[in-house]
């Protein structure tokens, strides 16, 4: 079984800051995790994806993530943001296997709110 | 090209009435799934399929929920005899096949269950 945390739901900050979106996971097998998107009123977009290999993730929009395996932790950040940036960010695991293989497992959301 | 479509966009029903919500996958894309999204409990899994069978029916909350999928294309949720928790956003998504593959999401049928 899997399951994903993240820490904060809301994440204020002014446009061009820095901002870390937190994620911590637990995983009893092989890991796969993901970060999605969700505009307001849209459905969910990936960001990145970790697999396998390099544990910095680099993805869409100028995101990146880093898997961490001792700290369980999967951080999406982004060194400048935009207006546009303001979302719902979303952290997911892949089904470990079986007949749940490929099923996503999601955090609670972070809303991202970027102000002017 | 066309991503996933459903419908209807919105759907509002009175308590004890039958929906049906749709999701057009992807063309060619063998895996389908099922979420759905909750202010209590939040983005759920539901059910998916791969081609028309449903290896996995964990995440259907009761029995009042089902689902099918014919010509390995259109996937049909239904829910009787609706009840007001079951309002949420429904959300499908599909895949080139199963496992850990991008999964390409619908922009969701809102329910209202009055």
């Not at chain 2, 996937?75 to 956003?89: G, H």
């Not at chain 2, 429904?90 to 080139?96: G, P, Q, R, V």
């Given at each position: 079984?899997?399951?994903?945390?993240?820490?904060?739901?809301?994440?204020?900050?002014?446009?061009?800051?820095?901002?870390?979106?937190?994620?911590?996971?637990?995983?009893?097998?092989?890991?796969?995790?993901?970060?999605?998107?969700?505009?307001?009123?849209?459905?969910?977009?990936?960001?990145?994806?970790?697999?396998?290999?390099?544990?910095?993730?680099?993805?869409?929009?100028?995101?990146?993530?880093?898997?961490?395996?001792?700290?369980?932790?999967?951080?999406?950040?982004?060194?400048?943001?935009?207006?546009?940036?303001?979302?719902?960010?979303?952290?997911?695991?892949?089904?470990?296997?079986?007949?749940?293989?490929?099923?996503?497992?999601?955090?609670?959301?972070?809303?991202?709110?970027?102000?002017? | 090209?066309?991503?996933?479509?459903?419908?209807?966009?919105?759907?509002?029903?009175?308590?004890?009435?039958?929906?049906?919500?749709?999701?057009d996958p992807i063309s060619g894309h063998t895996a389908l799934y099922w979420y759905r999204q909750s202010l209590?409990?939040?983005?759920?899994?539901?059910?998916?399929?791969?081609?028309?069978?449903?290896?996995?029916?964990?995440?259907?909350p009761s029995d009042r929920f089902s689902a099918e999928r014919t010509g390995g294309s259109v996937s049909t949720?239904?829910?009787?005899?609706?009840?007001?928790?079951?309002?949420?956003?429904?959300?499908?998504?599909?895949?080139?096949?199963?496992?850990?593959?991008?999964q390409f999401f619908g922009p969701g049928t809102r329910l209202t269950v009055l």
């Amino acid at each position: 079984a899997q399951s994903v945390t993240q820490l904060d739901s809301q994440v204020p900050v002014f446009e061009e800051a820095p901002v870390e979106l937190r994620c911590n996971y637990s995983s009893s097998v092989s890991v796969y995790l993901f970060w999605y998107v969700q505009y307001p009123n849209q459905g969910l977009q990936l960001l990145l994806k970790y697999l396998s290999g390099s544990t910095l993730v680099k993805g869409i929009n100028g995101f990146e993530a880093e898997f961490n395996k001792s700290q369980t932790s999967f951080h999406l950040r982004k060194p400048s943001v935009h207006i546009s940036d303001t979302a719902e960010y979303f952290c997911a695991v892949s089904g470990d296997g079986g007949t749940s293989y490929g099923k996503l497992t999601f955090g609670q959301g972070t809303i991202l709110t970027v102000h002017p | 090209g066309a991503g996933v479509s459903q419908s209807p966009s919105n759907k509002v029903t009175e308590k004890g009435k039958d929906v049906e919500l749709r999701c057009d996958p992807i063309s060619g894309h063998t895996a389908l799934y099922w979420y759905r999204q909750s202010l209590g409990q939040g983005l759920e899994f539901l059910i998916y399929f791969q081609g028309n069978s449903a290896p996995d029916k964990s995440g259907l909350p009761s029995d009042r929920f089902s689902a099918e999928r014919t010509g390995g294309s259109v996937s049909t949720l239904t829910i009787q005899r609706t009840q007001q928790e079951d309002s949420a956003v429904y959300l499908c998504a599909s895949s080139k096949r199963t496992g850990h593959n991008e999964q390409f999401f619908g922009p969701g049928t809102r329910l209202t269950v009055l």
